[in-house]
């Protein structure tokens, strides 16, 4: 049992340990369009996000899991878009990437894996900003999520997003350490043999799992699907809606928990949906 908890306690502090970086540029980014840009930037990210899905879902794909914790801060910050927030959920591809090339899978099917999450990202994006544009509040201020987290922003960019970075790594390690636990307990087995041998309800099964804030879902989705327990609709969906920690970051930082469950919604919806469609195209 010892031996279990300091398992699971080692994995948090390496998980945390690799977002710290991408934490501290995603707040320090964010206090140096405030501070030094000021309105006029404000002003050409609000011109600029209508192709923010695009650039959103292209660079979600890229196998880290710091972009969905930046698209977190930045929407909470209102400085992207609902569609570009969604869009790099959708696409972020988590440890799924690794674990492919591990397993010398043809470049051929990775590249469909990754294009399907491209696309759907993308297109996704674009609609629920066509849909969701007239709904939105105008973009604020990166300093107005400032204040809720009473951090003194006016006074030092770098000790501002220091603190941020700092409050939000010790939320994520307790996070971590009691997925990891859980997962250390059996939980692993468990979602296997939960998904495995479903096909019909393949896509909506593998989308709850993928909600798992921890790359430990991501890991067991790809798992099956390589060991052909899991067909590609159901593994499309489960990744679709995996989207790391980014989640955890939403619900921490953007103070709106019914805008919160509205995304987590529209995600899990939009990637089970696709996944079944999917698997109707697969066979």
């Not at 994995?11 to 340990?17: F, V, Y």
């Not at 849909?131 to 006016?154: F, L, T």
């Not at 041998?197 to 890991?219: K, Q």
Request: with cysteine.
């Amino acid at each position: 049992m010892f031996e279990m908890i300091w398992d699971a306690l080692v994995d948090a502090l390496i998980d945390g340990a690799k977002l710290l970086p991408f934490l501290f540029l995603a707040y320090l980014a964010m206090e140096w369009l405030e501070h030094k840009a000021g309105n006029k930037v404000n002003a050409m990210v609000k011109k600029s996000g209508k192709v923010g899905p695009l650039v959103g879902g292209v660079l979600g794909v890229v196998p880290q899991c710091g972009f969905s914790t930046m698209g977190s801060n930045f929407y909470a910050g209102r400085v992207i878009t609902l569609g570009t927030l969604l869009a790099i959920y959708l696409s972020t591809s988590d440890e799924m990437l690794p674990i492919l090339l591990s397993e010398h899978v043809s470049p051929l099917l990775i590249l469909e894996i990754l294009l399907s999450k491209v696309i759907i990202g993308v297109l996704a994006g674009f609609l629920v900003d066509l849909i969701y544009r007239r709904k939105e509040p105008e973009h604020g201020h990166i300093h107005e999520m400032c204040e809720h987290e009473h951090c003194h922003c006016e006074k030092s960019i770098w000790k501002s997003a220091l603190i941020h970075t700092l409050k939000i790594a010790v939320f994520i390690f307790l996070i971590a350490f009691v997925l990891n636990l859980v997962l250390e307990l059996g939980g692993e087995e468990v979602l296997s043999s939960f998904l495995a041998g479903r096909t019909v309800l393949g896509p909506v099964l593998a989308g709850l799992v993928g909600l798992i804030p921890n790359c430990g879902a991501s890991v067991v989705i790809t798992q099956l699907f390589l060991e052909g327990t899991m067909g590609f609709g159901a593994m499309l969906a489960g990744l679709l809606v995996n989207a790391g920690v980014g989640l955890l970051i939403l619900f921490k930082v953007n103070h709106n928990k019914k805008e919160n469950f509205t995304i987590l919604g529209l995600l899990y919806a939009i990637g089970v949906l696709s996944g079944i469609v999917a698997s109707f195209i697969k066979g």
